[in-house]
């Protein structure tokens, strides 16, 4: 899955990361940033996750700015963005 960021306190390691599908809210998991590149991460910041069997975000990678399917995107009447 990929997302965002909405919180995280370095302190504490709890988080909480936000689908880009289906803009849904989850928790991070406390090993989320184990073996990852981060050592923590920002509100904002694009990452890709995978969910555990509690439901919770884990093994963060480098998120990328492509839309993966963001609901209502692009806005109704824009024109599709050009790579060129």
Do not use: H, I, W
């Not at 849904?24 to 923590?40: H, I, T």
């Not at 991460?41 to 990328?64: E, I, K, N, P």
Request: glycine share 16%; net charge negative; no cysteine.
């Amino acid at each position: 899955m990929q997302g965002v960021v909405k919180a995280y306190d370095p302190g504490t390691k709890l988080g909480t990361v936000v689908s880009d599908t289906d803009l849904g809210e989850y928790d991070l998991a406390l090993d989320a940033l184990g073996g990852s590149v981060f050592r923590m991460v920002r509100q904002g910041q694009r990452v890709v996750f995978d969910l555990d069997a509690d439901g919770r975000a884990t093994a963060l990678r480098l998120g990328s700015e492509v839309d993966m399917g963001t609901p209502g995107y692009p806005p109704a009447g824009a024109a599709p963005s050009s790579a060129g």
